[in-house]
């Protein structure tokens, strides 16, 4: 089944440590998104790409970067992570950014500093 | 400035029983999508509907219902007959047509179906 997979499901680092999510799919969507979830809150987007095109929010913390190789996989690397960057990681997908398209999640990397 | 309100915090009913979630939206756009998403205890956000600005037509879709009034900017959705397997976190999200996907997500109602 197409679908949108996210490695590690479970990530621990130490404070200070860079870390990395993984994100894929199988799905061949022109756009990647990454959300941050953090306890019972909402998800907030980070960034996302349209094909190589990055965007980034403007509240979106420097300490956060994105990779994105191909159409297929999407990085989220956290370079230097703080004990306020706990949270659960969440990437979709979408064929489109224009809203009349669903977006598409994978189960997320939950994300605990030390 | 773009905001989704779900006013429940947590709701807890009997298994059988029906249940509205709420939802109160804020936009100045004209165009815009409203969706309902399920994120069960594993985590992944499951999408359950989309509907644009310009159909107000409410969808059935088994047990799940949605209304959709403009009038007072709200995208209800309602589950009959509840089953203990829709214990969720609900959310509710907005996005504009002009706003790259960007989901507005409300603060979400976690639903409890107890047996």
């Known amino acids: 089944d197409a679908m949108v997979i996210q490695n590690p499901r479970y990530q621990v680092t130490q404070f200070g440590k860079p870390v990395t999510l993984s994100c894929s799919q199988t799905?061949?969507?022109?756009?990647m998104y990454w959300y941050q979830q953090k306890s019972s809150q909402a998800p907030k987007l980070l960034f996302h790409?349209?094909?190589?095109?990055?965007?980034n929010e403007a509240d979106t913390p420097d300490n956060f970067q994105s990779r994105r190789p191909n159409t297929s996989f999407c990085f989220l690397d956290i370079r230097s992570p703080g004990l306020g960057d706990a949270a659960m990681y969440l990437c979709a997908t979408s064929k489109g950014t224009s809203g009349s398209f669903e977006q598409y999640f994978g189960p997320g990397t939950r994300l605990t500093v030390t | 400035a773009q905001k989704v309100t779900q006013a429940q915090t947590e709701i807890s009913v009997v298994e059988k029983e029906d249940v509205t979630l709420d939802c109160v939206y804020e936009t100045r756009d004209t165009t815009y999508y409203l969706f309902w998403y399920k994120q069960p205890p594993s985590g992944e956000l499951v999408f359950l509907i989309r509907r644009n600005s310009f159909d107000e037509q409410n969808e059935i879709s088994g047990r799940y219902s949605w209304n959709f009034q403009k009038s007072t900017s709200s995208f209800n959705f309602t589950i009959t007959a509840s089953q203990v397997v829709d214990s969720a976190v609900y959310f509710c999200a907005l996005t504009a047509y002009n706003q790259g996907g960007k989901l507005i997500f409300g603060q979400g109602t976690e639903l409890s179906v107890k047996p």
């Open positions: 799905l061949n969507h022109n756009v």
């Open positions: 790409y349209y094909d190589k095109d990055f965007n």
